[in-house]
């Protein structure tokens, strides 16, 4: 069994900044990929920025420049720092990792989420 822990999320001014933090935790051989998802009220889960293990990443066109995706695999964990956040970035933020539980057996793991909330 591998979980996932969010943390960091909360309220903020538009123009602010927040740090989301995940860790993986269990029984696994190595993490692969690890992305951050978020789904506002009445839409779809939709992809935020994604990071290979080598450190490669992958970002929405919606939070290009303004969010930064990083890990540390020695400690199982992924971030997300998001700078000059706006309203429409508010909706609950989820974790999503590729755990490799054996050489044979690949899961995908999410978060129970963290909301961010942008407002004044």
């Known amino acids: 069994q591998v979980q996932l822990v969010e943390s960091g999320g909360g309220l903020v001014q538009p123009g602010g900044s927040l740090k989301l933090s995940c860790v993986a935790s269990?029984?696994?051989?190595?993490?692969?990929?690890m992305g951050w998802y978020r789904q506002a009220p009445g839409n779809q889960r939709e992809l935020v920025a994604a990071i290979g293990r080598p450190g490669d990443t992958n970002y929405a066109d919606s939070v290009k420049g303004r969010f930064t995706i990083s890990r540390d695999n020695a400690k199982n964990t992924v971030y997300l720092q998001m700078n000059s956040l706006k309203p429409e970035d508010t909706a609950v933020y989820y974790c999503?990792?590729?755990?490799?539980?054996?050489?044979?057996?690949?899961?995908?793991?999410w978060g129970p989420g963290t909301q961010v909330t942008v407002s004044s």
């Open positions: 269990g029984s696994f051989f190595v993490i692969n990929a």
């Open positions: 999503n990792a590729e755990a490799l539980i054996t050489l044979m057996r690949r899961d995908n793991v």
